[in-house]
């Protein structure tokens, strides 16, 4: 059995997104640094208030105070503290395992700390298609990640799992940061998608039994670039009445609304962003990437369907006017 | 308001082009508007305040229809864009 989290004081370098990272918990999903230079972000484990005073906005999960700092606590797992961007307190629950942690820094704290340094985190895993960004957006237990296999299977790079961190204010049009190349899948996902797939990846982690997540780390050279052009947003929905899948362009109002309602921990992440700030990157990335709904019958039972559709729907996405 | 109103955008109202759309945001409310070519036409006349009566010249010159159907089109369009704070009036034309 996995020992549960013991705070050593010892920090380990790794890269993240292109920052210098040093961590207590370690994190066998980054790739460790060697440049001996300066952090610019910390991970450790300390503790966690139970509560922000003042916060402007409180959700089960998640809230947030009036100077940015943002808490997340979960239940048997542990609280986490985000402040300035560049640091992530981790105070863990009794007898939680260090993969648990792990599943809610990147699915949790990671969006909060993108945000807190400038950049747009989309609730959304990105794959490559010939040297630019594809962001599979959607709800929870759409299959985003499902199809972000599917899609890798067949040569596309991951770019992102959960969280698609995206410099809206790249000089050449929004941008893509590739993020620790990971995909969590659930039980049935990972049953269902792994038979033929020949990328090279470790063997599946189980990061919490009692929810049947597994984590697949991905074992390929990093992109070229620090950064991938973002080509299309693809929102996936269900309509069990559609007899095959179909796309949907979104454009000008809708595109703006549709990014705004998948960012990363919505309601929280409102309250991370000036208005103005928000419109702006919001605005930017619709006027320069494709936006589009895609919607089937159903995810898994059609993957291979879907995935094919996906492919060709993004060849036929519209370039910006 | 009334034809000899003078209106003006809102200070706090941001706005982008997107895909020929013209998208506004009023940075206080953080509410959202969408503007049709009409409404667009209206945005880019109220570049600086205006009367309403001068706007309604100015459509006349772009789009087909009798003078009075414009104005009353176009205060419907204003009272709309006032509900949502996207513009404001000022102090009446004399």
């Given amino acids: 059995m996995t020992p549960s989290v013991t705070a050593t004081g010892q920090t380990q370098p790794y890269w993240l997104c292109g920052w210098r990272l040093i961590s207590e918990p370690e994190l066998p999903e980054l790739n460790h640094r060697d440049d001996g230079l300066a952090p610019e972000i910390s991970i450790r484990f300390a503790e966690v208030p139970e509560i922000l005073e003042d916060p402007v906005v409180r959700t089960p999960f998640c809230s947030v105070s009036k100077d940015g700092r943002a808490l997340i606590t979960i239940a048997a797992v542990g609280r986490f503290l985000i402040r300035n961007g560049t640091e992530i307190l981790v105070q863990p629950a009794q007898s939680a395992q260090p993969s648990a942690i792990r599943l809610f820094l990147w699915d949790m704290a990671f969006g909060i700390l993108c945000r807190q340094r400038g950049f747009f985190p989309l609730h959304a895993s990105c794959v490559e298609f010939d040297g630019e960004a594809v962001a599979l957006a959607g709800h929870s237990a759409m299959g985003k990640s499902t199809l972000a296999f599917s899609l890798a299977a067949r040569g596309h790079r991951v770019l992102a799992d959960n969280v698609t961190v995206i410099d809206a204010s790249a000089p050449h049009g929004p941008a893509v940061v590739p993020a620790p190349s990971f995909l969590n899948l659930w039980r049935d996902s990972l049953n269902n998608a792994e038979a033929g797939v020949a990328f090279p990846h470790d063997h599946p982690e189980c990061m919490r039994p009692e929810m049947g997540k597994y984590q697949i780390r991905i074992r390929e050279a990093p992109p070229a670039r620090p950064a991938l052009p973002l080509r299309a947003v693809l929102t996936l929905e269900f309509d069990t009445m559609a007899h095959q899948p179909r796309r949907e362009t979104l454009r000008g109002l809708e595109a703006v609304r549709l990014l705004t309602s998948q960012m990363s921990l919505r309601r929280a992440m409102v309250a991370l962003w000036e208005n103005d700030i928000l419109f702006q990157h919001s605005s930017r990335i619709a006027a320069n990437a494709c936006i589009e709904r895609l919607i089937s019958r159903a995810a898994f039972p059609e993957l291979e369907t879907l995935t094919s559709f996906v492919e060709t729907s993004v060849t036929r996405c519209p370039l910006p006017a | ?94």
Avoid: F, H
């Avoid at chain 2, 706090?12 to 998208?23: F, N, Q, T």
């Avoid at chain 2, 205006?50 to 229809?65: H, K, S």
């Fill in chain 2, 1 to 94: 308001m009334d034809i000899s109103s003078k209106i003006r955008r809102c200070a706090k109202v941001l706005e982008a082009e997107i895909d020929g759309e013209v998208v506004l945001m009023n940075s206080v409310s953080g509410s959202y508007c969408g503007l049709d070519d009409i409404g667009a036409e209206v945005w880019r006349q109220l570049a600086q305040p205006a009367a309403v009566g001068e706007l309604c010249t100015a459509l006349a010159g772009v789009y087909d229809g009798d003078r009075a159907t414009i104005e009353r089109e176009t205060i419907a369009l204003l009272q709309q864009m006032a509900s949502q704070q996207l513009i404001e009036q000022t102090a009446a034309s004399a």
